[in-house]
């Protein structure tokens, strides 16, 4: 049965910092790429962040692009993102998935039950 648990959020101050794990099981993880997607109250889900099952390549939204870095740890089955210069707008429940390296959140079948993260102006 495969799991995504995330951990790390929590509430920080616009141009704070936090860093989001998500650690997987029951699956082999670095066959998969990994992604982060976040949905904030009355809006749909959106792409944040993607990295290949290698970590060799990485792509991001561009509203975080500069601001968010995703990075993996294969030998730990987890997948971070590190969120620097926050604001409000990134006030979401952050989900990580794995699947199919996409920006598509129909190519990843596995999810996560997300953690909030809330940037208080």
């Known amino acids: 049965q495969v799991q995504l648990v995330e951990s790390g959020g929590g509430l920080a101050p616009a141009g704070g910092s936090l860093t989001l794990s998500c650690a997987a099981s029951?699956?082999?993880?670095?066959?998969?790429?990994m992604g982060w997607f976040r949905q904030a109250p009355g809006k749909e889900r959106e792409f944040v962040a993607a990295?290949?099952?290698?970590?060799?390549?990485?792509f991001y939204a561009d509203s975080v692009k500069g601001r968010f870095t995703i990075s993996r740890d294969n030998a730990k089955n987890t997948v971070y993102l590190q969120m620097n210069s926050l604001r409000p707008e990134d006030t979401a429940v952050y989900y990580c998935?794995?699947?199919?390296?996409?920006?598509?959140?129909?190519?990843?079948?596995?999810w996560g039950k997300g953690t909030q993260v809330t940037v208080s102006s």
């Open positions: 998935a794995a699947g199919s390296s996409s920006k598509r959140g129909e190519l990843y079948p596995y």
């Open positions: 029951g699956l082999t993880f670095s066959n998969y790429a």
């Open positions: 990295l290949t099952g290698s970590g060799t390549t990485r």
